[in-house]
């Protein structure tokens, strides 16, 4: 199991262009506004505060590089889709995730954040309709879920997965997650090791 040594800020780009130097191996978090993704670093970090957590929608517009064990980074995405940023700003911010998703050499797992607690919302299965017509693998995080019981967030879960199938051929990973209650955090780890551990099996053969 990994062991979280130390976390920490690498920095914060507005664009893939202004990124941090892309040597380490990256897992990106992606959702809309408030769905918990600043929360989900700091509670697979175990640093509160390592990421801004807001009660404000829409508040980071930048790509936020946090650098674990000083060998993998997590990287917290801006949130999509949220009305109140305007217009021509959120088709700036989809852009350049757009760019680093597309685009980023290291990155080597995308996490997409879905709230457990709603049906399956347009903005999410867009957002996914997006990722697959561009070939970019993912795994589903459902949040939040000790907000509702287990029963109504696995139909909420059963419901999108459902939806999801109009769009994908292939079934993703799904994790659940509770920053509250620190749960999926094992898993969400052991996911990342596991890739990890892939990649460098890959260059001992190469
Ligand atoms: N109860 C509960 N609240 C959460 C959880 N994750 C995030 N929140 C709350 O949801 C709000 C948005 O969280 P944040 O991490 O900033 O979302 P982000 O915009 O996706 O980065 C904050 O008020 C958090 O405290 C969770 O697992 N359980
Ligand atoms: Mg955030």
């Known amino acids: 199991m990994i062991c ?3 976390a920490a800020l690498l920095g914060s780009a507005p664009d893939l262009a202004s990124c941090p130097p892309s040597e380490l191996p990256e897992f990106a978090f992606i959702g809309r506004s408030n769905v918990g993704k600043s929360s989900l670093v700091n509670m697979l970090t175990r640093v509160q505060g390592l990421a801004r957590v807001s009660d ?12 674990v064990n000083e060998s993998w980074s997590l990287v917290d995405l801006p949130g999509y889709g949220y009305a109140k940023v305007g217009r021509k700003d959120r088709a700036q911010f989809s852009s350049f995730v757009a760019d680093y998703l597309q685009n980023r050499p ?6 997409v954040l879905i709230d457990s607690r709603l049906t399956p919302q347009k903005i999410d299965l867009d957002f996914l309709d997006w990722m697959v017509h561009c070939g970019v693998p993912f795994i589903l995080i459902f949040t939040k879920t000790d907000k509702l019981s ?12 459902l939806r999801l199938q109009e769009i994908s051929q292939e079934a993703p990973p799904v994790l659940t997650s509770s920053s509250k209650l620190s749960h999926g955090r094992l ?7 596991a890739t990890l551990a892939e990649a ?3 260059e001992s053969i190469a």
């Not at 404000?56 to 650098?67: A, E, H, Q, S, Y």
């Not at 287990?150 to 997965?161: E, H, K, M, W």
């Open 4 to 6: 979280i040594r130390s």
């Open 150 to 161: 287990r029963a109504a967030a696995q139909a909420n879960i059963d419901a999108f997965l």
């Open 187 to 193: 898993e969400i780890l052991g996911l990342i090791e």
């Open 200 to 202: 460098s099996e890959e």
């Open 56 to 67: 404000t929608p829409g508040k980071t517009r930048l790509i936020n590089f946090f650098v």
């Open 106 to 111: 290291n990155l080597r797992g995308t996490f």
